[in-house]
């Protein structure tokens, strides 16, 4: 068979009551397209009927691919699988819960046809989610790009078109810690936007609750940019301006001041100022350290226990084979 014009690439983790209004939305899209097409579902270890409901739409329909991972590996190994296994000209990557509509991905398709290698789509307005997730998502997109020094794109997730040779420099890039949508900013070729207005889950909760999101906030800063590092630069620099002041004024109390007894509050303050300081600053070279450790390991990203309907030819197996190594 040869290579479908598209691939839909969807992580799943507990989506059962969104799966079958997904089936059929994306029954109704793929119907209306002029390409050849193939969607692949990477179960990310559901706990719930989810792999089920799956196997069960690839049974009827070969076009639908699943590759199911031997447990949850979160959301970005997720997509990492899908793009491996992903054999289209294009390879669209789109949420299971239908916030990421269909139809966009039909403007997406036509500025790929364009010319364009990576289309990634831009929120408008986000209905359903919380000012307190709306507004730490502007604030995280907006230093990320200040931090990076690669250009990820502001208001973006991961619902994006890649090219085949942007899904081929992808597969090379093997780090563990990973941070899809800066990996993506990363390989560079012709990018674009597409707008859209980003729809309420359809059902089911956000796999992304606070504690979650700081993790990934933390992955995509850390993993684009050596700047956390320079803090303890900026502290250490602060720490010193500010025990010099407290040295000046303990030899005035000292030389010019009767029946001063200095000396405990300036003790306190220099104690403390020196061991925030290099605690913040072992905090950071930790955090970077603990990095290398985890990278340095080689692990496969992640392992999978079923394949159904997925097809490998000799192009892919550099994605495949790869996690391997
Ligand atoms: N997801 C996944 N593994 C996880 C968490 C989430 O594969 O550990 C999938 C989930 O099924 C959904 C997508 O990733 O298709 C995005 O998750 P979610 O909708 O919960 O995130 P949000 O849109 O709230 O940021
Ligand atoms: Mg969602």
């Known amino acids: 068979m040869p290579r479908p014009q598209l691939s839909l690439v969807i992580p799943v983790f507990n989506e059962e009551p969104v799966i079958l209004e997904l089936h059929r939305r994306l029954g109704e899209f793929l119907g209306s397209l002029d390409v050849t097409w193939q969607v692949v579902f990477v179960d990310d ?6 792999i089920e409901m799956l196997r069960q739409i690839c049974k009827d329909e070969p076009r639908y691919a699943l590759v199911a991972l031997s447990r949850n590996f979160g959301h970005q190994l997720a997509i990492t699988a899908g793009m491996d296994y992903a054999q289209g000209d294009a390879v669209v990557v789109m949420d299971a819960d239908l916030q990421d509509p269909p139809s966009v991905v039909a403007d997406m ?34 230093l990320l790009r200040r931090l990076a020094g690669v250009p990820i794109p502001v208001d973006t997730g991961d619902f994006r ?47 992304y609750p606070l504690g979650k999101m700081i993790r990934f906030a933390l992955d995509g800063i850390m993993s684009f940019s050596t700047s956390p590092l320079r803090v303890a630069i900026y502290l ?5 301006v500010a025990g010099l002041g407290v040295a000046a004024w303990a030899a005035y109390v000292k030389l010019f001041v009767q029946d001063a007894v200095p000396g405990w509050a300036t003790i306190m303050i220099a104690v403390t100022l020196a ?19 985890e990278e340095i390991k080689r692990r496969p990203l992640y392992l999978v226990r079923e394949e159904q309907n997925v097809r490998l030819d ?4 550099a994605g495949p084979s790869e996690r391997e190594s």
């Open 314 to 317: 000799s192009d892919d197996q």
């Open 109 to 142: 398709y036509a500025k790929y046809k364009e010319g364009f290698d990576v289309v990634y789509a831009v929120r408008n307005r986000r209905e359903g989610e919380s000012f307190f997730k709306k507004a730490t998502a502007a604030l995280f997109y907006r």
């Open 161 to 207: 078109l890649l090219s085949r040779r942007v899904v081929i420099a992808m597969r090379a890039l093997r780090e563990t810690n990973r941070f899809v949508r800066g990996m993506v900013a990363w390989v560079g070729f012709n990018q674009t936007a597409v707008h859209y207005d980003r729809p309420e889950r359809f059902a089911g909760e956000t796999h």
């Open 236 to 240: 250490g620099v602060l720490a010193g």
């Open 45 to 50: 270890g559901s706990k719930d009927r989810s």
């Open 275 to 293: 061991a925030s300081s290099q605690l913040l600053m072992t905090g950071i070279l930790g955090e970077y350290i603990g990095r290398i450790y």
